[in-house]
């Protein structure tokens, strides 16, 4: 029964996801047309397409060693091939498929099979992430005050982009109604429930019991980060480094499409798809960016809807190429651990 109720979860999960994303490619694609959406997507030169997944695939290596590094800080002595093939398993799960878990977690799970250290190895790679999204806001600040716009007339200001908050709540406050409504009615229902509140009480319990002991190996973690500050500012450095390679692949396609917008608002307005995309709620960011990178780049910087659109397609295809060797370390089980740990007896 337990079981059930598990899948019935999970099932429930995916749906809303579903819709979410639904929703967002909905209003990426309202008034488009498709036809004119392919073309512009055809009539990018092979050659440009296929330089901006070689970047991409780069880049993936620098984050790789970035982590590597993370590890190597808690002496966890994973080879590099290995963390490969970790990172790339999670990015797969975290491109191309909608379970209710992301890449991060099924990274972190798969890390501790390698270790005896598991804590740690898992702290690792939620230190990563964070670092990434430190990088993230840093890089989307410093483009906004410190780089040019470039010749024209294009400003990042709210009178050319009129993004109203309220007034964008106004306009879809249904879509968000029902979000809501739906979230309370599942909350009440677990908590409403003798099985929910079972649910619950077992994991109280185990806090209490666990959380102590994990709380003391977290803190001692942390510390050796923070020991190790300039591990710290080597991952954030390699962030900067291997962000600013994927944009410049995407400025490339921009440019390969006919594109003319300043590099600027490419280091703005990607960054900030990227946060939108972390939020747990579609299916992969499906739909939330395309539409966020379509309507900035039509608003600030006067670009076809199509063309636009377009772009934010061509990222979301070079993450799935780009993630298809996950699959591959996936069907093959070279994810998994040999019957040793690695820096274990």
Excluded at 231 to 253: D, N, P, S, Y
Aim: proline share 2%; net charge positive.
């Amino acid at each position: 029964m337990p079981k059930s109720k598990g899948k019935r979860s999970r099932y429930i999960s995916y749906l809303l996801r579903f819709a979410v994303a639904g929703a967002a490619l909905y209003l990426a694609f309202k008034g488009e047309s498709i036809k004119q959406v392919s073309e512009v997507l055809l009539g990018l030169q092979l050659w440009i397409f296929i330089a901006a997944l070689g970047i991409y695939i780069i880049s993936q290596l620098i984050f790789v060693f970035r982590w590597f590094l993370l590890l190597r800080a808690q002496a966890i002595n994973i080879g590099f091939c290995t963390a490969l093939k970790l990172h790339f398993l999670g990015l797969f799960y975290n491109n191309c498929l909608p379970g209710s878990v992301g890449g991060d977690f099924i990274r972190a799970w798969y890390v501790t099979k390698h270790t005896n250290k598991k804590l740690q190895a898992a702290l690792s790679v939620f230190v990563d992430r964070l670092v990434g999204l430190i990088g993230i806001i840093i890089m989307a600040a410093c483009s906004y005050w410190f780089i040019p716009a470039g010749s024209g007339n294009q400003q990042f200001e709210s009178r050319y982009v009129e993004f109203n908050f309220l007034q964008r709540v106004g306009e879809y406050k249904w879509i968000f109604a029902g979000i809501g409504i739906a979230i309370s009615i599942i909350t009440t229902v677990f908590i409403a429930t003798i099985e929910g509140r079972a649910v619950l009480h077992r994991y109280l319990k185990f806090t209490y019991q666990k959380g102590l002991v994990a709380m003391v190996k977290i803190h001692d973690a942390i510390r050796i980060y923070y020991d190790k500050k300039l591990i710290l500012a080597a991952a954030l450095l390699l962030t900067f480094f291997c962000q600013g390679l994927f944009i410049f692949g995407m400025v490339l396609i921009g440019y390969g499409i006919g594109i003319n917008a300043p590099i600027k608002y490419y280091f703005i307005f990607f960054p900030v798809s990227w946060l939108l995309g972390t939020l747990p709620i579609s299916v992969g960011g499906a739909g939330i960016m395309e539409w966020w990178l379509k309507v900035m780049f039509m608003r600030v910087c006067a670009v076809s809807s199509e063309h636009a659109l377009a772009l934010a397609l061509c990222q979301r295809l070079i993450w799935l190429f780009g993630s298809l060797p996950g699959a591959a370390i996936h069907m093959i089980g070279a994810h998994l651990p040999r019957d040793f740990f690695v820096d274990g007896k």
